[in-house]
């Protein structure tokens, strides 16, 4: 089994961890838990809303209707009371099993939200101090320019005082 990452191990590898503010949801990802009856639960509820399931329901509730109306089958007269109690009994199960995975959605949505949200302070907070550090950054560069500047008009000055002194050495040597 793989270990779930954390904060730390983002910090040990080189890859960032996009989904660091998702993971304490992680145990919202499957609406119906993880156990066997759970998957088939959800797999379940999310084939009600294929377009297959529609048109294979359509398909059959219009052979049932016809099978029993032009006389090929009598198991269903009209009004056909045998596909109303298919339908309730169909009801009966799907409803709920939506119901229940658009609340578990919504509460997987919710925590999706506040995790960016999370992350929106994080970048927001990160940009704060990228500013700050860049303010440092800049006053440092200016501390350093205003130096080097000092330093160029030190070196001007002195190289001016070493040409002076340079001319009255040389016109000494020559007097001599």
């Avoid at 994080?122 to 440092?140: C, F, P, S, Y």
């Amino acid at each position: 089994m793989k270990k779930p990452k954390t904060d730390i191990d983002s910090f040990d590898s080189n890859e960032p961890d996009y989904l660091r503010f998702h993971r304490p949801h992680a145990h919202l990802s499957s609406p119906f838990g993880n156990d066997w009856f759970a998957l088939k639960a959800e797999a379940f509820a999310r084939f009600f809303g294929t377009p297959f399931f529609l048109i294979a329901q359509t398909l059959i509730v219009a052979l049932w209707i016809g099978a029993n109306v032009a006389g090929f089958a009598n198991f269903d007269a009209y009004p056909f009371i045998l596909l109303n109690l298919a339908f309730s009994l169909q009801a009966a199960y799907a409803a709920p099993l939506i119901l229940l995975a658009q609340t578990r959605q919504a509460e997987r949505d919710k925590m999706h939200s506040e995790a960016d949200a999370q992350h929106r302070e994080a970048l927001a907070a990160a940009g704060e101090q990228r500013q700050i550090i860049a303010a440092k950054n800049t006053d440092q560069l200016v501390k350093l320019l205003n130096q080097n500047t000092q330093l160029t008009e030190l070196v001007k000055q002195l190289t001016e005082h070493i040409e002076v002194l340079t001319v009255e050495i040389h016109q000494e040597l020559l007097k001599k």
